[in-house]
Each structure stands twice: as C-alpha cells, then as structure tokens.
Nanobody, 113 residues
Framework: QVQLVESGGGLVQPGGSLRLSCAAS????????MGWYRQAPGKQRELVAH???????YYVDSVKGRFTSSRDNAKNTVYLQMNDLKPEDTAVYYC???????WGQGTQVTVSS
C-alpha cells in the first residue's frame, strides 16, 4: 500500500515559480517510476513528466526547459520545480506511481495576473 500526498501548489503570476512535492508512505518507493500529471478544467488528465528510480527523466514538450523533476528516495519524496509558469499551466497537479493505482489527491496550481 502506498499513499501519496502532494503539496506546494498555489497562485502565482505568469513567469513565476512553484515547487511541488509528493510525499509517499509505504515501502519500496524507490523502485517506482513516479509520474506528474495535470488536469485543467474541462480537459483530460495529461502526463507532464516522469522520473525513474535512478533519476532519469522525461518531459512533455510543453514543459521542457521550464519544469524539472527530482526525487529524494531517502525521504520518499519527488519534486516538480516549475519555472516560467504560464496561464496554460493552470491545472490540478497529481503525482502517480506508474503502473499502479496509486494517485495523490492533487494540488491546485493557478497562474494568473
């Protein structure tokens, strides 16, 4: 059993930054590929980035160069550093243990002036 809790969302102006955290409870966190997803109002949930157990990363084109995912396996936590935020980044952001049914509850990110 794994429980995921996201934090770090909020309201930020365009061009600003936020750092999301996803804290996991349970065993074997370090073996999971961890994904970050987002869902904007009226849209489907979409993959933003994922990070492998060894720290290898993947980003969708729309966030490349602006978002960075990292993990601290000793703390059972993954992070998503989001820079140069744009209004189109507004969404609820979720973390997910890839290949499992484990999702966090989500954290709202709103980019607006």
């Amino acid at each position: 059993q794994v429980q995921l809790v996201e934090s770090g969302g909020g309201l930020v102006q365009p061009g600003g930054s936020l750092r999301l955290s996803c804290a996991a409870s349970g065993s074997f966190f370090s073996i999971y590929v961890m994904g970050w997803y987002r869902q904007a109002p009226g849209k489907q949930r979409e993959l933003v980035a994922h990070i492998g157990s060894g720290g290898d990363t993947y980003y969708v084109d729309s966030v490349k160069g602006r978002f960075t995912s990292s993990r601290d396996n000793a703390k059972n936590t993954v992070y998503l550093q989001m820079n140069d935020l744009k209004p189109e980044d507004t969404a609820v952001y979720y973390c997910h243990c890839t290949g499992t049914a484990y999702w966090g509850q989500g954290t709202q990110v709103t980019v607006s002036s």
